[in-house]
Structure formats: structure tokens, C-alpha cells
């Protein structure tokens, strides 16, 4: 069974930085696409930023474009995101989710497109 395990989730101020971090277990790591999702309360869950599983190609919902890295390190079957420029609007519980994918280059935005997903971690961007 793959798990999926979030950390660095915390409070920060706006105009601050962070950056969550995402166990996979799984001994085919580099086989799966990857996501960051979040839902912020009495919001539906939103698509923030995808990766393939190469890793050569990305996508990220407009509203965090500029300010928001995904990343992946596969020697650690680790994803990353790095948060910059945070602000309120960005508050939300953070999700990290896991598809295998036969294709190295495709993303997926879809949260039933993902079969695992973490927990989730809070982000609380302060004004």
C-alpha cells in the first residue's frame, strides 16, 4: 500500500515563505505524477500545482503562477512545494496525492484522477 505523508505546514506571514514536503513510499517513485491540492474552509478542494512524472513538465493554477515551486527528488521519493510570496488567500489545509502514470510526461489536475493521498497540512498565512 502507498502512503503519503505531508510536513511543514505552519503559520507565517504574508509576504513570507515555506515549503511543504511529501513522502511517497513506494519503491517505483519515479513512475508516479504528482499533485499539491488545497481547501481552504467552506471551499471546494482546488488543484495548485502538478508534475509529471519525469519531472520536465509542470502546471499551476493561476492564482499561485510566480510565486509557487513544485518539485520532485526521486533519490528521496520526495515531492516538494515551495511557497513564496504567501498570503492570506492562501490559507488552506494542503494536500499532497500520487498517481502512477504510464506516461512520463503527462500531469494530472483532476483530484479523482489521483488513487493516494496524504493526510493533508495546514497553511495559515497571517495578514
Known amino acids: 500500500q502507498v502512503q503519503v505523508v505531508e510536513s511543514g505546514g505552519g503559520l507565517v506571514q504574508a509576504g513570507g515563505s515555506l515549503r511543504l514536503s511529501c513522502a511517497v513510499s513506494?519503491?517505483?517513485?519515479?513512475?508516479?505524477?504528482l499533485g499539491w491540492f488545497r481547501q481552504a474552509p467552506g471551499k471546494e478542494r482546488e488543484c495548485v500545482a502538478v508534475?509529471?512524472?519525469?519531472?520536465?513538465?509542470?502546471s499551476y493554477v493561476e492564482s499561485v503562477k510566480g510565486r509557487f515551486t513544485i518539485s520532485r527528488d526521486n533519490a528521496k521519493n520526495t515531492v516538494y512545494l515551495q511557497m513564496d510570496s504567501l498570503k492570506p488567500e492562501d490559507t488552506a489545509v494542503y494536500y499532497c496525492?500520487?498517481?502512477?502514470?504510464?506516461?512520463?510526461?503527462?500531469?494530472?489536475?483532476?483530484?479523482?484522477?489521483?488513487?493516494?493521498w496524504g493526510q493533508g497540512t495546514q497553511l495559515t498565512v497571517a495578514s
Open positions: 496525492a500520487a498517481k502512477w502514470s504510464a506516461i512520463p510526461s503527462y500531469y494530472y489536475v483532476g483530484a479523482n484522477e489521483y488513487d493516494y
Open positions: 513506494t519503491r517505483i517513485f519515479s513512475t508516479y505524477a
Open positions: 508534475i509529471s512524472r519525469s519531472g520536465g513538465r509542470t
